[in-house]
């Protein structure tokens, strides 16, 4: 097991820069998508996005329309293509419904909510 370092003052004043400018840009990633048998781009939700998202019944799709960044999930000639009666209906209509809460938990760790934190174990000298 590797020994995590112990972040200082020091380092956060040091690393100040840095940090505020990586928080400007949204982290994006890509994945593989099997129904799809394709390859999208997601984008890490804001705070409120997520909050948003949380508070709502279909959540999860909410989280993927709005994060899904290529393809456009918001593109109107998709959704006139899909025969969307609503925005949203996109999401349903291309991703298997087992596919989506994967979708939105691998947007959600981008932003940290998930993954971002963990326990550190400390090991015994035996």
């Given at each position: 097991?590797?020994?995590?370092?112990?972040?200082?003052?020091?380092?956060?004043?040091?690393?100040?820069?840095?940090?505020?400018?990586?928080?400007?840009?949204?982290?994006?990633?890509?994945?593989?998508?099997?129904?799809?048998?394709?390859?999208?781009?997601?984008?890490?939700?804001?705070?409120?996005?997520?909050?948003?998202?949380?508070?709502?019944?279909?959540?999860?799709?909410?989280?993927?329309?709005?994060?899904?960044?290529?393809?456009c999930l918001?593109?109107k000639e998709?959704?006139?293509?899909?025969?969307?009666?609503?925005?949203?209906?996109?999401?349903?209509?291309?991703?298997?419904?087992?596919?989506?809460?994967?979708?939105s938990v691998?947007?959600?760790?981008?932003?940290?909510?998930?993954?971002?934190?963990?326990?550190?174990?400390?090991?015994?000298?035996?």
């Amino acid at each position: 097991m590797t020994k995590q370092k112990k972040i200082t003052l020091q380092e956060l004043i040091r690393r100040k820069e840095q940090m505020l400018e990586a928080k400007k840009t949204p982290k994006k990633a890509e994945l593989y998508i099997k129904s799809l048998d394709g390859v999208i781009t997601i984008e890490a939700p804001t705070s409120a996005l997520a909050r948003d998202a949380q508070d709502m019944e279909a959540g999860d799709n909410f989280l993927v329309y709005q994060c899904v960044v290529d393809p456009c999930l918001k593109s109107k000639e998709l959704q006139k293509a899909f025969e969307c009666v609503e925005p949203m209906d996109i999401v349903e209509k291309l991703f298997d419904p087992g596919e989506i809460p994967q979708i939105s938990v691998e947007c959600l760790k981008l932003s940290g909510y998930i993954d971002g934190v963990r326990a550190v174990e400390e090991t015994k000298n035996a």
